[in-house]
């Protein structure tokens, strides 16, 4: 990891305390970036007693999985660590707006400041996808949770680096077609979808973001 992060301190400054909430260390994390076997995000956030608040999204709290009894909805406190395992399809409500499903358990652990004005820290923790595993940006009709779409990309082969632009192909194809977004089983015709990176919504996937 010394290797691949630059810091001005002298090495043997750091070596003993390693800190990946050190200002100048942190921001090598805002999106995600791999060291060694894991991927790590690190973000400032307003985390207080409503949850996790984003300075452009606003509460980004609630997180939804998909599992063998149907949807289930949690809500992400200060300080609980939350585990979504392998497989599961899972979402953020205003974060991003698709269903990630991938082939390692994510960690997520929000931090709170010391005070209520103060920025905490949300820590993401994830294994680096190997070999034939893969991520996937699916979505599922909101009113019967059909499958409607299911983007995958080789994230084993492709690396992180194949992960965003995996995830503005899958949004764009998704978006690009009503027969997509149209429930087969329902009729029911579905919302956009959108990325993480809240600078790369359309007018129109902006307005998404506030639906779900
Ligand atoms: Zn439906």
């Known amino acids: 990891m010394f290797a691949e992060i630059e810091v001005k301190e002298p090495i043997e400054k750091i070596f003993d305390d390693w800190d990946f909430l050190n200002d100048q260390v942190l921001k090598h994390f805002s999106t995600f970036k791999v060291a060694g076997h894991n991927i790590y995000g690190l973000r400032r956030r307003l985390i207080d007693s409503t949850g996790m608040n984003d300075p452009k999204k606003g509460n980004i709290s ?20 939350r585990v979504t395992t392998a497989g599961t399809p899972h979402r953020v409500m205003h974060n991003f707006g698709y269903w990630h499903i991938n082939d390692k358990d994510e960690l997520y652990l929000p931090i709170p400041g010391r005070s209520p ?3 905490g820290y949300y820590v993401i923790l994830m294994g680096l996808p190997k070999g034939k595993e893969t991520d996937s940006f699916a979505w599922y009709c909101e009113d019967c949770s059909t499958l ?15 992960f965003w632009k995996g995830e503005r ?4 194809t998704y978006n690009g077609s009503l027969k997509l977004r149209t429930c087969p089983e329902c009729g029911h015709v579905n919302p956009l979808g959108y990325c993480w990176n809240k600078a790369k919504d359309t007018p129109a996937e902006a307005e998404a973001r506030l639906h779900w």
């Open 62 to 81: 609630r997180f939804l999985e998909l599992g063998p009894k149907g949807i289930s909805e949690g809500h992400q406190n200060p300080l609980d660590l």
């Open 169 to 172: 192909e899958a949004v764009n």
């Open 117 to 119: 004005e103060e920025l």
């Open 148 to 162: 409607l779409y299911d983007h995958v990309i080789d994230t084993g082969t492709i690396g992180l680096a194949g």
